[in-house]
């Protein structure tokens, strides 16, 4: 499971159906190799299967308003930086788009957007690619999913925002029903 953050009902399942009562969540991408934070097997059920977990060492973290690099309070949601040994030096002969990962203070920009709870734990809530504007609300697909994965009839969702010009964004909803 990569790529994206796996559905809490999902993780929830692979622990009680494949026996899986070690399970930690790591979350890293190819720039920040290996991992940026991390849960520990020693934490609860909801932690491990609903964070993305701490910092790692040496790694700092924060969450940050998108559109003015402020850090936002935690239990708000903002875009996941992170910073330390293991962030990148560049885009390989690409100054511009390195530029627009990494801050000139070292902080690489996800795009990924993240509550950091009273704990120091993460969750991701979406990606700022992804989020749908509303009525003047900020929407975000995957909020919609994890609850969807809450019906016991529904085995697999998955929510999209597609553009609409009367609106200004709309949502489309797949689901597969159980058995």
């Given amino acids: 499971m990569a790529g994206s953050v796996c559905p ?21 991408m190819t720039e920040t190799s290996p991992v940026s934070c991390q849960t520990l097997i020693d ?11 701490r910092a790692h060492p040496h790694v700092e973290i924060k969450i940050v308003d998108p559109e003015t690099g402020a850090v936002v309070e935690r239990g708000l949601p903002g875009e996941f930086c992170t910073r330390g040994y293991s962030v990148m030096l560049g885009y390989w002969d690409d100054e511009a788009k390195t530029g627009e990962a990494i801050d000139r203070d070292g902080w690489m920009h996800t795009g990924d957007l993240a509550v ?30 994890e609850f969807l994965y809450t019906h016991p009839d529904i085995d697999d969702a998955q929510v999209i925002g597609v553009p609409d010009e009367v ?8 689901a597969d029903e159980a058995g």
């Fill in 43 to 53: 934490d609860d059920l909801e932690r491990r299967t609903s964070s993305i977990g």
């Fill in 167 to 174: 609106r200004r964004g709309s949502l489309r909803v797949g």
């Fill in 116 to 145: 950091m709870r009273d704990d120091g734990y993460c969750n991701v809530v979406g990606r700022i690619k992804d989020m749908v504007i509303r009525g003047g609300e900020n929407i975000y697909p995957r909020e919609i999913e």
């Fill in 8 to 28: 809490v009902e999902v993780m929830k399942r692979c622990v009680s159906d494949m026996h899986m009562t070690e399970v930690a969540i790591a979350y890293g």
